[in-house]
């Protein structure tokens, strides 16, 4: 069987952990096709430096020369950057978000539509061991969510908010579990920190079931936990940094790898026309959440 020709589009943080992943996990039946940075220049000294091929501009990934395509540059480009390929028939896993509009995740939609092609988003939580056991396990409705997700990146002049760059992997899961049926949603921050760098979101749900999350960046020890409370009481949870479900305290697993995970999801959608266990309409849905809690950012203190 032929290899699946990959390219990968913004090959630095998250583009290169994806070339190490389908390195060490898919050689057998992935084959790096190329990779596209920003210039011609940058994408030659970097194929160098990883040892891959690499295209030299945007309209050399076609239809014939790659499979599908991995979108892991800025935000703000991926809309841009997806709409050409899907509109050629090239299956893309895009990066979170989605797009930074709700106007451009429906345009990417519809690529997919005219192209026949199709959108893994890259909600990687999602994939987390502990995150895919915690829906086997819950036989009951959650009645309450409470999650915290720092950084040690205490510097962050992108002009991204908290909630946009953190707290969307947190929000990611908490739209799985509960959708997009809110009654009400709040923002605040402390008084010290810009809104780059803090938000405290707190959503109620028209089945009355809540949500407190934190999204900070902070020179201090990590954090990275998410409780979950069902209606039969048992309480779930979750550390992301080690990828460990407990429940009621008794560890239910741990370990594993979400990207390998979500990698695997991209490449089976491909083969064998799967649904995409985290689509483009539901990377939608959770943009349209971290859009309206930022549209309630003010200088509000917690």
């Not at 409705?141 to 909630?163: E, L, Q, Y």
């Not at 990828?243 to 979500?262: H, M």
């Not at 943009?287 to 509000?300: A, D, I, P, Q, Y």
């Amino acid at each position: 069987m032929n290899k699946l020709k990959v390219a990968i589009i913004g090959c630095r943080n998250m583009g290169q952990k994806h070339l190490k992943t389908l390195r060490e996990n898919f050689a057998d039946t992935v084959e790096i096709a190329g990779i596209l940075n920003s210039s011609p220049e940058s994408s030659a000294r970097r194929a160098a430096e990883l040892n891959v091929p690499y295209f030299t501009n945007i309209d050399e990934i076609t239809k014939d020369s790659v499979d599908a395509a991995i979108v892991s540059t800025p935000g703000v480009t991926h809309a841009e950057i997806a709409e050409k390929l899907l509109l050629r028939g090239i299956p893309c896993l895009i990066e979170k978000p989605l797009a930074t509009t709700l106007t451009d995740c429906e345009s990417l939609i519809s690529a997919t539509q005219s192209g026949h092609s199709l959108i893994v988003a890259g909600h990687t939580e999602n994939y987390n061991p502990a995150v895919i056991r915690l829906k086997e396990e819950l036989q009951a409705p959650v009645v309450s969510i409470k999650g915290i997700r720092t950084s040690r990146h205490a510097t962050n002049i992108t002009g991204i908010s908290a909630v946009q760059e953190l707290m969307i992997h947190d929000l990611a899961i908490v739209h799985s579990l509960l959708g997009n049926d809110l009654a009400d949603a709040a923002i605040t921050k402390r008084p010290d920190l810009s809104w780059e760098n803090h938000a405290v979101a707190a959503i109620t749900y028209k089945n009355g079931a809540t949500v407190k999350l934190e999204a900070l960046r902070e020179d201090r020890e990590v954090e990275r936990f998410m409780d979950i409370c069902d209606a039969e009481g048992h309480i779930f949870h979750i550390d992301f940094m080690e990828r460990r479900l407990k429940k009621d305290n008794l560890i239910l697993t741990e370990g594993g790898n979400a990207l390998q995970n979500e990698l695997a999801d991209f490449i089976n959608c491909i083969k064998n026309k799967t649904t995409p266990l985290v689509g483009a309409r539901e990377a939608t849905d959770i943009l349209e959440l971290c859009l309206r809690l930022e549209s309630k950012m003010s200088t509000t203190e917690c």
